[in-house]
């Protein structure tokens, strides 16, 4: 399940209290950053894993070890999830100061980075019709967190980039998925970023 991107609109005078946002499905970069849905590389010092179901519990931990293999996106993800953006991503989001922005470097990587915005903001698992799948009794962790029929979020969020607090994907490959103000994407467009595609979300 690839991680998705999604662009908020300004709610137009007269029209019902549903915003139509965009979410971004950016390709994979044939890169895996802790191992595939169902198991983990070795030697991944610091991991926290459930020690009854085996899935790691920290979804933003970073293999020191990671490289990018397919490296001509500036927005990509990785197998197991991990939202990758290049240097050119990084830079025009200081420049344009966008609000909420947050990357953690990959230390073997100099040239990309993982997207992690500070800003948190929550999903509408209700009304998108989400499904929560196999829950461990252990880390209360789901196994497997699925639908976006339509996505929807609670509220909009505040700043220009922000996650959700829901993860979705399997095992772990689970992630948020992040969204975007339109000054963002304004900023994504004029950059002619590349790996960039917009699907429809809803407030």
């Known amino acids: 399940m690839s991680p998705v991107i999604a662009l908020l609109l300004p709610k137009s ?32 010092n610091g991991l926290a894993v459930c020690a009854k179901c085996g899935y790691k519990t920290d979804p933003f931990y970073i293999n020191p070890a990671f490289r990018v293999k397919r490296r001509v996106y500036d927005v990509s993800y990785t197998y197991d999830g991990y939202q990758i953006v ?3 991503f990084k830079e025009a989001c200081l420049r344009a100061k966008l609000t909420g922005v947050g990357f953690q470097e990959l230390p073997a990587d100099s040239e990309f980075f993982h997207l992690k915005p500070t800003a948190v903001v929550s999903f509408d698992g209700e009304r998108s019709h989400t499904s929560f799948l196999r829950r461990c009794p ?22 220009d980039l922000s996650r959700t607090d829901l993860l979705f994907g399997s095992g772990n490959e689970m992630h948020p998925l992040i969204i975007l103000s339109e000054t963002a994407k304004d900023v994504i467009q004029r950059e002619r970023l590349i790996g960039i595609r917009f699907d429809s979300v809803r407030v």
């Not at 979410?23 to 191992?35: E, F, V, W, Y």
């Not at 252990?138 to 700043?159: E, M």
């Open 138 to 159: 252990a880390c209360s962790h789901f196994r497997d967190i699925v639908g976006l029929n339509p996505a929807c979020l609670k509220s909009a969020p505040t700043t």
């Open 86 to 88: 290049s240097r050119k």
């Open 13 to 44: 005078k007269g029209k019902p209290e549903v915003s139509t946002w965009f979410r971004l499905q950016a390709p994979d970069n044939d890169s895996n950053m802790c191992g595939s849905t169902d198991r983990l590389f070795d030697g991944l």
